[in-house]
């Protein structure tokens, strides 16, 4: 597996050379850092050629007050070998700052993106350029704040209470 | 006198009653209930309706899925405030007379979510006449729900049109 995974690697820094910005490794998991601007790009080519078919999850995190930039988009891919030795699962990270958070939108590759990024926008109010239906997904879609950024609290109800308001008018 | 014993509302004898009371007694007999299940107090009211603990001993097996042939409402179940307004909807077109049972914590006063999607207790938006306590209670404290309704209609009743 380490092998397989290293092949993937090397050749992504090959292809990419600006595109990997950092990369991690804690027990067994790899991170890879990847420029914002070409997310869409390594993507694609992890995809086409080396099969990495399925797109797990795909979520964010605020660093609020911990480190710039503030947002990390975080995408867990996985491959499906031919034999169970050969799977190999990669998480990508995108740096995303608070001024302009917004991303390409992973969508063209995987459309089963299409949810988890309306759900990172619903969360964290992060855009995802080109996506096809860049609604909320869970909160009512007049609500105003983004409940996963640290700098909301999460016992405020004023938002869900307005929405709800306007709700029973219709 | 006015009553036969030996033929209770038999051909010659009668009861005295208020026309109130006559429609109080055959309301709180045939409640028919409308779910409203949103989360695992659901399972349990569900279990309530089925032949082990069995509901319809109380006459009010009828659970209907369309609010208006429905008077009691059973809520069960976390309510978030996108459900709130749904929930508000489908009690307004209930017809009167009607009943609500807020069943467990969380439609109670919101249960361990004090978040900022879930109500805080459904009373925020519902006029609700029994409380059912519990995570999830058990379905007996349901049946002893249902049976405070028929006591709270048999001596308030509801107002006749």
Same mark, same amino acid.
């Given at each position: 597996?380490? !092998?397989?995974?290293? *092949?993937? @690697?090397?050749?992504?820094?090959?292809?990419?050379?600006?595109?990997?910005?950092?990369?991690?490794?804690?027990?067994?998991?790899? #991170?890879?850092? *990847?420029?914002?601007?070409? @997310?869409?790009?390594?993507?694609?080519?992890?995809?086409?050629?080396?099969?990495?078919?399925?797109?797990?999850? *795909?979520?964010?995190?605020?660093?609020?007050?911990?480190? #710039?930039?503030?947002?990390?988009?975080?995408?867990? @891919?996985?491959?499906?070998?031919?034999?169970?030795?050969?799977? *190999?699962?990669?998480?990508?990270?995108?740096?995303?700052?608070?001024?302009?958070?917004?991303?390409?939108?992973?969508?063209?590759?995987?459309?089963?993106?299409?949810? !988890?990024?309306?759900?990172?926008?619903?969360?964290?109010?992060?855009?995802?350029?080109?996506?096809?239906?860049?609604?909320?997904? !869970?909160?009512?879609?007049?609500?105003?704040?983004?409940?996963?950024?640290?700098?909301?609290?999460?016992?405020?109800?004023?938002?869900?209470?307005?929405?709800?308001?306007?709700?029973?008018?219709? | 006198?006015?009553? /036969?014993?030996?033929?209770?509302?038999?051909?010659?004898?009668?009861?005295?009653?208020?026309?109130?009371?006559? $429609? /109080?007694?055959?309301?709180?007999?045939?409640?028919?209930? &409308?779910?409203?299940?949103? $989360?695992?107090?659901?399972?349990? &009211?569900?279990?309530?309706?089925?032949?082990?603990?069995?509901?319809?001993?109380?006459?009010?097996? =009828?659970?209907?899925?369309?609010?208006?042939?429905?008077?009691?409402?059973?809520?069960?179940?976390?309510?978030?405030?996108? &459900?709130?307004?749904?929930?508000?909807?489908?009690?307004?077109?209930?017809?009167?007379?009607?009943? =609500?049972? $807020?069943?467990?914590?969380?439609?109670?006063?919101?249960?361990?979510?004090?978040?900022?999607?879930?109500?805080?207790?459904?009373?925020?938006?519902?006029?609700?006449?029994?409380?059912?306590?519990?995570?999830?209670?058990?379905?007996? $404290?349901?049946?002893?729900?249902? &049976?405070?309704?028929?006591?709270?209609?048999?001596?308030?009743?509801?107002?006749? =049109?």
């Amino acid at each position: 597996m380490s !092998l397989d995974l290293q *092949i993937v @690697i090397d050749s992504l820094k090959t292809n990419f050379p600006d595109a990997v910005l950092d990369l991690k490794t804690f027990r067994g998991e790899t #991170t890879l850092v *990847i420029n914002k601007d070409k @997310i869409r790009e390594v993507c694609r080519y992890l995809k086409n050629d080396f099969d990495f078919k399925f797109i797990a999850d *795909i979520t964010a995190i605020d660093y609020l007050g911990v480190k #710039t930039p503030r947002f990390e988009v975080v995408y867990h @891919i996985h491959r499906f070998g031919p034999e169970f030795d050969e799977n *190999i699962r990669i998480r990508l990270k995108a740096e995303v700052s608070e001024e302009a958070p917004r991303v390409d939108s992973v969508v063209p590759v995987w459309s089963g993106a299409n949810w !988890l990024e309306r759900e990172v926008y619903d969360m964290f109010g992060i855009e995802f350029v080109d996506h096809p239906d860049p609604r909320r997904i !869970l909160m009512p879609e007049d609500y105003e704040p983004f409940p996963l950024r640290k700098d909301f609290d999460v016992r405020d109800r004023e938002a869900s209470k307005r929405s709800f308001e306007r709700a029973l008018e219709e | 006198m006015g009553l /036969n014993m030996n033929s209770v509302l038999g051909g010659e004898g009668f009861l005295l009653t208020t026309l109130s009371a006559f $429609a /109080n007694w055959g309301r709180k007999n045939s409640l028919w209930p &409308m779910p409203f299940g949103t $989360a695992c107090c659901a399972i349990e &009211m569900m279990g309530v309706f089925a032949s082990r603990f069995d509901l319809s001993r109380f006459g009010a097996e =009828v659970a209907r899925f369309s609010p208006r042939q429905a008077d009691l409402m059973i809520v069960s179940g976390t309510i978030t405030y996108k &459900m709130a307004s749904v929930c508000r909807r489908i009690y307004d077109q209930m017809p009167e007379p009607k009943w =609500v049972i $807020a069943m467990g914590s969380c439609t109670c006063g919101g249960g361990p979510f004090d978040s900022y999607a879930v109500v805080q207790g459904i009373d925020e938006f519902l006029p609700v006449d029994v409380y059912v306590g519990g995570c999830p209670p058990r379905p007996e $404290a349901l049946i002893d729900a249902v &049976m405070k309704i028929q006591k709270k209609i048999e001596m308030q009743g509801a107002p006749l =049109v």
